[in-house]
């Protein structure tokens, strides 16, 4: 199993990721620099959550301009597993791999503690291993959390079952609840809360180790 760790500038998470990817595969991933032209051969890529470029103008927009974003459309596009968590789901978007787009919260407020999710679609291979309709806690720490879509792509992300998490209560106003989503194929799923800070009991539980072994498990 060969994972890709995408490394932003200013990213925060990505060492919580390695982290996590390591324990579910036994390997540490490759730590790609987003400045790069190319990636590893690699069997799956996460785009972590933090702030890449300090999150100005819209929140990913600048990432999903780097020069490894070519590479990782071109993988994604060829059926390679990517997950992007928080920022990188917002990248996701910025890049035109998931429809829709991440507004600020409907508060205004930056938004950190836990919360619940239930598993919509657990025939992904993101959540195998759930499930279907199974309540997990995660993270959130986000200012700019609330999916937006038209009412078109909502139903239609409803209709083919790619909405694969939605809030229990909703911190940040999303639309029908969403807090992650897969794009047409399948293998490409955005995320805004935190599996990788729940990974072992001493960071306060463990759904996050069974959701990155669920990854593994079907990608092996």
């Known amino acids: 199993m060969k994972p890709s760790v995408i490394v932003f500038p200013a990213s925060n998470c990505d060492r919580d990721a390695a982290a996590a990817l390591e324990q579910a595969t036994g390997n540490a991933p490759a730590m790609v620099w987003h400045g790069e032209a190319s990636l590893p051969d690699t069997d799956f890529i996460i785009l972590p959550g933090g702030f890449s470029y300090g999150d100005y103008l819209?929140?990913?927009?600048?990432?999903?301009?780097?020069?490894?974003?070519r590479a990782v459309i071109e993988k994604a596009k060829a059926g390679t597993p990517v997950i992007g968590i928080c920022n990188g789901f917002q990248t996701l978007c910025e890049?035109?791999?998931?429809?829709?787009?991440l507004l600020r919260n409907a508060g205004l407020n930056f938004v950190c503690r836990s919360v619940t999710?239930?598993?919509e679609n657990n025939s992904s291979i993101f959540t195998g291993g759930f499930e279907q309709g199974a309540f997990v806690d995660f993270p959130v720490a986000h200012h700019d959390g609330n999916y937006f879509a038209d009412d078109e792509t909502l139903t239609r992300l409803e209709g083919d079952a790619r909405i694969v998490f939605r809030y229990v209560d909703n911190p940040n106003g999303s639309a029908r609840d969403i807090a992650g989503i897969l794009n047409d194929a399948g293998n490409v799923l955005g995320m805004m809360p935190h599996p990788e800070r729940v990974i072992s009991p001493l960071l306060g539980g463990v759904d996050g180790a069974a959701f990155f072994k669920s990854v593994v498990d079907a990608v092996a």
């Open 58 to 69: 819209r929140s990913g927009a600048m990432a999903a301009k780097s020069p490894v974003m």
């Open 117 to 119: 999710l239930r598993v």
């Open 95 to 101: 890049a035109g791999l998931l429809p829709g787009a």
